[in-house]
């Protein structure tokens, strides 16, 4: 079994103060054996670390989508901004790569009580109320969709945790857990505990029988990522 954080930003990213090396160190702190880098629109500094090979690397990208964001992971090529969420799956799929709907139910209170949605499977619609919250659910994109994130260490709520796994589970998507991370003491904060795979696939069957583990992180690293805007560090 490893421990892989799927949800990790450097200081490629403009809202993060993470160098590579301090990813390095931070996952060997946490005990975790692999790391998706998804940083925000870019994937200059997954590709760095996956060829310097200290750490294991799924090479991944936060993409901004003209309804929101979307993680690309298992990428070889940069996914552009602003395209339509459609046009942003069909970039990540041409490449072979996984879609994974971040922080579907964004960062608020989601009462027990709120339907996530009708039917099951491929033909589930996302309800009224969970459309509203993010538009970017549509039942095309949902349909379409590989992966959800269930843990999100930086969504502060309990409900809202066990809303996305309400709505992964009538979707019928493998769970996925991440940090994401922002500053180095982030890292681990969430994460799957899973079977090892080889590629994309392997990937994909091996999460589907993974165990999610994780914490949720202070609310004030918020606050250090707002800073890091303001303040720039180049990697």
Sequence with gaps: MINVDLHVHTCYSF???TSLDDVIAACRRASIDCVAITDHGTIRGALRMRNDGRLRVIVGQEVLTTHGELIGLFLEQEVRNWLSPMETIESIKRQGGLVVIPHPLL???????????????????????V????PLLSPEVVAAADIIEVMNARSPFKSTWEGVERFAHAR??????????????????????????????????ALAGGRLQGTRTNPLVHVISTLAKLRRRLC
């Design 131 to 134: 459309q509203k919250r993010n």
């Design 172 to 205: 019928g998507l493998p769970c996925s857990a991440g940090s994401d991370a922002h500053t180095p003491g982030e890292i681990g904060a969430a994460y799957v505990e899973m079977e090892d795979f080889s590629d994309a696939q392997s990937f994909l069957r």
């Design 107 to 129: 960062r608020m209170p989601f009462p027990r009580t709120t339907s996530v949605g009708t039917g099951e499977g491929i033909q589930f619609i996302p309800s009224l109320e």
């Design 15 to 17: 809202d993060a103060t």
